[in-house]
């Protein structure tokens, strides 16, 4: 039973860490599937977290901190759209100084806010987050194998963790089901031929570009306001860069998506859960191999088992209106 309780332990620790994952890579299958490489996805994330929690800390009102994460995420997003569709500037260099700026600036602007080296007041009470335990989860907690699964697993998680396993097949059918969603994956793969039917290829692409603003200001805020009481500086520590993977490892597919953050959130789980616990035959495993295994099997898993990925034939592609 001890082995069952470590198993549930790690299990829920894993859909804990997956949360901001799953919201950063389907906000960029939104702009990659409209042909927008975003690598300012840790950029949006880090800004998200800092504007929530600083928001929260002034307000007393986590729904202010999240709507201040989100404003915050989506006016970046703005940003990487307007320099890399409207100015047809690379893509790349769009997102990668949107991470630079952002981490510089959170850093200095926490400091000459709060002055605590860049860190926000700690949050508590209506500042942030609290978990939803589900009825009757105290009572069925003594039952065997489903009780821990229901009490512990599935109940006692932030709205944002439901949040972001419901925006799965809500984005599945938004893609699938939806003119939009069909719109969208059309842009991604000829943007000449939507345009041919009348329809604005640029809106069309800030719409996707939005939607990844609005997904990574939820994980930001969830970073600050949920899974920690506060902002501290470089807080993301590579998570975007991580979702871009499980994006590329998942080919693009929703479903696909969670299960491959739900896998690196595994490993980043089960890393820390081996901290400082000597392995069996190997004995002690310095600290920082464990801070760096999951970036290592990231790294294997997409050098490795991925497979052809093809990506969005005009991906990364500024678009080019013919007269």
Same mark, same amino acid.
């Given at each position: 039973?001890?082995?069952?309780?470590?198993?549930?332990?790690?299990?829920?620790?894993? %859909?804990?860490?997956?949360?901001?994952?799953?919201? =950063?890579?389907?906000?960029?299958?939104?702009?990659?599937?409209?042909?927008?490489? +975003? %690598? !300012?996805?840790? !950029?949006?994330?880090? $800004?998200?977290?800092?504007?929530?929690?600083?928001?929260? =800390?002034?307000?007393?009102?986590?729904?202010?901190?999240?709507?201040?994460?989100?404003? &915050?995420?989506?006016?970046?997003?703005?940003?990487?759209?307007?320099?890399?569709?409207?100015? @047809? !500037?690379? #893509?790349?260099?769009?997102?990668?100084? &949107?991470?630079?700026?952002?981490? $510089?600036?959170?850093?200095?602007?926490?400091?000459?806010?709060? @002055? #605590?080296? *860049?860190?926000?007041?700690?949050?508590?009470? +209506?500042? @942030?987050? #609290?978990?939803?335990?589900?009825?009757?989860?105290?009572?069925?907690?003594?039952?065997?194998?489903?009780?821990?699964?229901?009490? +512990?697993?599935?109940? *006692?998680?932030?709205?944002?963790?439901?949040?972001?396993? =419901?925006?799965?097949?809500?984005?599945?059918?938004?893609?699938?089901?939806?003119?939009?969603?069909?719109?969208?994956?059309?842009?991604?793969?000829?943007? *000449?031929?939507?345009?041919?039917?009348? %329809?604005?290829?640029?809106?069309?692409?800030? @719409?996707?570009?939005?939607?990844?603003?609005?997904?990574? $200001?939820?994980?930001?805020?969830?970073?600050?306001?949920?899974?920690?009481?506060?902002?501290?500086?470089?807080?993301?520590?590579? /998570?975007?860069?991580?979702?871009? =993977?499980?994006? %590329?490892?998942? /080919?693009?597919?929703?479903?696909?998506?969670?299960?491959?953050?739900?896998?690196?959130?595994?490993?980043?789980?089960?890393?820390?859960?081996?901290?400082?616990?000597?392995?069996?035959?190997?004995?002690?495993?310095?600290?920082?191999?464990?801070?760096?295994?999951?970036?290592?099997?990231?790294?294997?898993?997409?050098?490795?088992?991925?497979?052809?990925?093809?990506?969005?034939?005009? !991906? *990364?592609?500024?678009?080019?209106?013919?007269?």
């Amino acid at each position: 039973m001890d082995l069952f309780q470590t198993i549930i332990a790690l299990l829920e620790s894993t %859909i804990r860490v997956s949360v901001p994952l799953i919201f =950063a890579a389907l906000a960029g299958l939104f702009t990659e599937r409209a042909g927008v490489f +975003d %690598i !300012g996805l840790e !950029g949006k994330m880090l $800004g998200s977290a800092f504007a929530a929690a600083a928001v929260a =800390a002034v307000t007393g009102s986590v729904w202010a901190g999240l709507l201040a994460g989100i404003l &915050i995420s989506v006016l970046l997003a703005l940003v990487h759209g307007y320099a890399s569709i409207t100015q @047809r !500037g690379s #893509q790349i260099v769009s997102g990668v100084a &949107i991470n630079f700026v952002v981490a $510089g600036s959170t850093v200095i602007l926490g400091e000459a806010w709060f @002055r #605590q080296g *860049g860190r926000t007041p700690a949050l508590s009470g +209506d500042a @942030r987050f #609290q978990t939803i335990e589900f009825p009757f989860a105290d009572a069925v907690k003594e039952v065997p194998v489903l009780g821990p699964i229901y009490s +512990d697993l599935l109940s *006692g998680h932030f709205i944002l963790t439901y949040l972001a396993f =419901a925006m799965v097949p809500i984005s599945w059918w938004i893609l699938y089901r939806t003119r939009f969603g069909l719109r969208l994956r059309a842009v991604g793969e000829n943007p *000449g031929a939507v345009d041919t039917a009348g %329809i604005s290829v640029i809106w069309l692409r800030y @719409r996707a570009v939005i939607c990844a603003g609005i997904l990574c $200001g939820f994980a930001g805020a969830y970073l600050s306001l949920a899974m920690n009481a506060g902002f501290v500086k470089g807080m993301t520590a590579g /998570k975007g860069y991580i979702a871009l =993977a499980a994006l %590329i490892f998942a /080919k693009w597919r929703p479903v696909n998506i969670m299960l491959a953050c739900l896998l690196f959130g595994f490993l980043d789980a089960f890393a820390i859960r081996l901290q400082g616990n000597p392995l069996p035959l190997i004995g002690q495993v310095p600290v920082q191999f464990m801070q760096a295994l999951p970036y290592i099997l990231t790294v294997v898993l997409l050098a490795g088992f991925i497979g052809k990925a093809i990506p969005p034939k005009a !991906g *990364g592609v500024p678009y080019v209106k013919e007269r």
